[in-house]
């Protein structure tokens, strides 16, 4: 196996790290979360994310594809 640059480093940790820094401000009540995070699961080739606001409790979810 060839090492990659950013050794230790997965794409799915940069993006858990995007998305814990870019868009805690919910769309519904505009509560802006700082301690929250968005949950990553992989599935597949896929990474689900999924946001709770604590405010009003509207759940995001966004998709990503690792390809
Ligand atoms: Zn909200």
Do not use: F, K
Not at 17 to 41: A, F, I, K, L, Q
Not at 43 to 67: E, F, K, T
């Amino acid at each position: 196996m060839a090492a990659e640059r950013g050794a230790g480093t997965t794409a799915l940790d940069r993006l858990r790290t995007h998305y814990d820094n870019v868009d805690m401000t919910c769309p519904e009540c505009g509560y802006e979360d700082t301690d929250g995070s968005w949950r990553s699961e992989m599935s597949g080739n896929r990474v689900d994310y999924q946001h709770l606001c604590p405010s009003c409790g509207a759940i995001r979810r966004r998709s990503i594809r690792l390809d």
